[in-house]
Structures are given as structure tokens and as C-alpha cells.
């Protein structure tokens, strides 16, 4: 069986995973599949999930906000901020979906701090126009 090692790789994380004989991912131009032996590949992944499968196991899924894939000499490398990987398909969908929601909340918070700026720096524009 032809296998390939898939590097995972994170601001705080690590992980070599041997043996993996299929990759899933997505990019805007839709989804993609890797085996061993692809040629040198370079992609950037959507938010949202992928998929590997490693030996005879079962499918193993990463949740990522976007990643850098390459894949040279049956090596894949992902590098993102940070992911999150599980073989329970519901779990990881539900981490992804709360991800997903932090990062709404945040930008909601970025959003409204700006506008509160934008307000306060209108505010004095217009004392230095009357004064």
C-alpha cells in the first residue's frame, strides 16, 4: 500500500501522522483529493474541515480556519493557526460551528470598537471646526 506522512503544523502544535493514505481538503476551487505519490501540490485551504485516512483506520478529520497545504516527495505539510482533529465526524463539526462563533463574536467586538472610534473622531473634527 503506498502511504505518505502528513505533517501537521499549528502556532502550538506538532504532529507527524506515518502512514496516511488519503487526504481530502478544500480550496475555492472546490475539493481535492491527495494520494501517495501526487506531484508537488501547493494550496490554500478554505475554512472548514478536511479529512485523512491513516492504515486501516477510520476517517480522522480536521477542523482549520484556512491552512497553507504543500505536498513534495510524499510529504504533506499543513501549516495554520491552529486545528483541531478528531475521528468522531459530530464532535469536530461542533468544535468547528463554535469556532466559527468565537470568531464572529470577535469580529462583531472589532466592529463596533471601530465604529465607537469613528464616532469619538467625527465628534472631534467637529469641536475643532467650531473652535
Known amino acids: 500500500m503506498n502511504v505518505f506522512t502528513l505533517h501537521l503544523q ?32 501547493m494550496a490554500s485551504l478554505s475554512f472548514g474541515l478536511a479529512r485523512y485516512r491513516s492504515g486501516a483506520q477510520t476517517w480522522q478529520y480536521l477542523a482549520l480556519p484556512g491552512a497553507l497545504l504543500y505536498f513534495v516527495d510524499n510529504q504533506l505539510f499543513l501549516n495554520t493557526r491552529r486545528y483541531v482533529r478528531d475521528d468522531d465526524y459530530e464532535r469536530i ?29 467625527f465628534k472631534r473634527l467637529r469641536e475643532i471646526q467650531r473652535g
Open 93 to 121: 463539526n461542533a468544535a468547528l460551528r463554535e469556532q466559527l462563533r468565537k470568531e464572529e463574536t470577535g469580529l462583531r467586538h472589532i466592529k463596533e470598537s471601530l465604529r465607537r472610534m469613528e464616532e469619538e473622531m
Open 10 to 41: 499549528s502556532a502550538t502544535q506538532y504532529e507527524a501522522i506515518v502512514d496516511v493514505t488519503s487526504f481530502v481538503g478544500e480550496d475555492d476551487s472546490g475539493s481535492f483529493g491527495i494520494q501517495a505519490g501526487h506531484a508537488r501540490l
